[in-house]
C-alpha cells in the first residue's frame, strides 16, 4: 500500500473487513425473508458501492463512439447498447433530482443514490453533513461537445434564488452553481472577457461588431484610463448594447461580415484580425445568432489533457468542442445568450456578468501535487462545495489505495482495470474504464491494479 488515509478515520482492518463481508453476504441471502430493519442494516453496512449513472442526449453532443461518455458507458457496462447516430452529451454522475444514480447491488432494488443519502446521512462525513444539509453537494458530469453550447453564465445564491422563485421552469434550483472542466481530450472554450486592448482591436477591425456596439459605448471604451470600476462600467455597456440589438440588425450585420470573411477565406487571405476561422465554425452551427459576435469579446481557451478552468458565478462562457470532466455545485441553473435554441434571458445575463477583462491564460487552473500521494493531483477551487482529485496510477505499482476522505467522494475509472476491495463493500468490485464509484465518508479503498499500463482515475469530493 503506497498511500495511508491521511488520518485514522475510522476504516477497519482486515480481520473485521472479512467479517462485515461474511455479515453483509449472509443478510443479502436472506434479506427477503426477514423484517426491513435488517435490510436497513444490510444496506448500512454496504458504504461503497457502484452506480448506474444517467446520459444526457443533448443535440451538441457527439455522436456514438466518437463521444467519450459513450465509450465511458459501453466500458462501463459492455451490454449497453450505443447508437451510431445518438448524440451521448453527457454523464451525470451524482443525486442531482433530475438524473439521480442508481445503485448497483442485490439488497436495494432501485435504489437511488439521493435515496440511500436521505437514509444514511452519514456518509457524507460529518462536516459535510452538517454544512450541506445532509446534500451531496456537487454533481460529478463527463462532457463529449461536438457543437457549441450556448452563451451562458450561472448566477450566484442570492440571485439563484431569486430567479427560482420567480421562474422556476426556467431555473430548477435554488442553488449557485460555480463549475470546473478539466480536459480529458484537446478542449476549446470561451471564458471571460478578453482584456480591453483585443477587444478594441476588433472592434477596429470588424465594423460589423463595431455597428451592434455603437459608436457611444465603442468610445466610452476607447477613453478609459485604466480604472477598474470604469472599465466594467463601460464593458458592460458595451456589451449591453450588442446583445440588446434588434434581430434584423444582428442577422444584416452578420450576414455582411460572413460575406466578406468567406470570400477572403476563399481567395486564400488571412482572416484572423477578425477571427475567422472560429466565426466561420460558429455561424455553419448557428446562423444568423447573436453569440457570433460573442468571440469578439470573450477570451478563447484551449485546453490540454488535464488542464483546467475554473468558472465562477457570473463568467461568461461556452463550450466549444472536446470531451472534459466537469464538476459542479449541485445544480442545473443556466442564464442563456446566444448559440442556443433553449431560453434566453439576455437582460438578466447582460446584469450579471462578471465584467473584469483578463487574458486567456488567467483563465487556466492549475492543479496542485497531494502532499501525502505523489500520484494525486488536486484541483479545489475557491468554493467549498466540491474537489476533483486525478489519480494516475503508473504501470509498475500494483497495490494502491485510495485514501479514507472525511468526505462521501465518486470516483470514475477513465483508464485501467482493478480488483477494488473494501471493509465496506459487499464484495470484490471489479474496476475497468467507466466504472463509477461511490466511496462513502472515512472510507478506503485497496485497489489490485490488473491493467499493464497503469490507471486514471477522478475522485469528486468536499474538503471542507
Not at 473487513?17 to 434479506?31: D, E, P
Not at 447491488?105 to 454544512?131: H, R, Y
Amino acid at each position: 500500500m503506497l498511500v495511508a488515509p491521511k488520518k485514522d478515520t475510522g476504516s477497519r482492518s482486515g480481520a473485521d473487513s472479512h467479517h462485515s463481508l461474511k455479515r453483509a453476504g449472509s443478510l443479502s441471502r436472506h434479506v427477503r425473508e426477514r423484517p426491513i430493519t435488517i435490510l436497513r442494516t444490510a444496506m448500512e453496512e454496504v458504504r461503497v458501492f457502484t452506480l448506474t449513472c444517467a446520459v444526457q442526449n443533448y443535440a451538441w453532443g457527439k455522436a456514438g463512439l466518437d463521444s467519450e461518455v459513450a465509450k465511458l458507458v459501453l466500458g462501463g457496462d459492455p451490454l449497453a447498447v450505443i447508437e451510431e447516430d445518438k448524440p451521448y452529451a453527457e454523464l451525470w454522475m451524482g443525486a442531482h433530482p433530475k438524473a439521480d444514480a442508481k445503485i448497483k447491488d442485490n439488497l436495494t432494488g432501485e435504489t437511488t443514490l439521493g435515496q440511500w443519502i436521505a437514509q444514511f446521512p452519514g456518509c457524507l462525513g460529518s462536516k459535510v453533513k452538517d454544512t450541506f444539509q445532509g446534500q451531496l453537494p456537487f454533481l460529478f458530469k463527463v462532457l463529449s461537445v461536438n457543437t457549441a453550447l450556448s452563451i451562458q453564465a450561472h448566477p450566484n445564491r442570492e440571485l439563484a434564488a431569486r430567479l427560482h422563485a420567480q421562474f422556476p421552469d426556467h431555473y430548477p434550483d435554488d442553488n449557485h452553481k460555480p463549475e470546473m472542466a478539466i480536459a480529458l481530450t484537446h478542449f476549446q472554450g470561451l471564458c471571460g472577457f478578453r482584456p480591453v486592448e483585443e477587444i478594441l482591436g476588433f472592434l477596429k477591425s470588424v465594423p460589423e461588431f463595431h455597428a451592434l456596439v455603437g459608436n457611444e459605448a465603442a468610445e466610452e471604451l476607447r477613453c478609459i484610463t485604466g480604472d477598474a470600476v470604469h472599465t466594467r462600467q463601460a464593458l458592460k455597456k458595451c456589451f449591453t448594447r450588442m446583445m440588446n440589438c434588434e434581430k434584423k440588425v444582428i442577422v444584416d450585420q452578420l450576414n455582411m461580415l460572413m460575406k466578406r470573411v468567406t470570400g477572403q477565406a476563399a481567395a486564400g487571405k488571412d482572416t484572423s484580425e477578425c477571427n475567422g476561422a472560429l466565426l466561420l465554425r460558429l455561424h455553419s452551427q448557428y446562423p444568423g445568432d447573436i453569440g457570433c459576435f460573442s468571440i469578439y469579446f470573450l477570451n478563447y481557451v484551449a485546453l490540454e489533457p488535464s488542464q483546467a478552468m475554473f468558472l465562477g458565478a457570473g463568467e461568461p462562457h461556452a463550450y466549444l468542442y472536446g470531451d472534459c470532466i466537469e464538476c459542479m455545485a449541485c445544480s442545473d441553473n443556466t442564464v442563456r445568450a446566444g448559440l442556443t435554441p433553449k431560453y434566453i434571458d439576455v437582460n438578466t445575463l447582460c446584469d450579471m456578468l462578471n465584467y473584469s477583462p483578463a487574458p486567456a491564460g488567467s483563465k487556466l487552473f492549475p492543479p496542485v501535487k497531494d502532499y501525502s500521494d505523489p500520484f494525486v493531483s488536486i484541483y479545489d477551487p475557491p468554493v467549498p462545495d466540491f474537489t476533483v482529485m486525478r489519480i494516475q496510477v503508473p504501470a509498475s505499482v500494483k497495490q494502491y489505495t485510495v485514501a479514507a476522505l472525511d468526505s462521501a467522494g465518486i470516483l470514475l475509472v477513465v483508464e485501467g482495470d482493478a480488483i477494488a476491495t473494501s471493509a465496506a463493500a459487499l464484495s470484490d468490485i471489479t474496476l475497468r474504464r467507466g466504472t463509477v464509484l461511490f466511496i462513502s465518508a472515512n472510507e478506503a479503498v485497496s485497489l489490485h491494479v490488473t491493467a499493464q499500463l497503469g490507471m486514471t482515475m477522478f475522485r469528486a469530493c468536499c474538503l471542507l
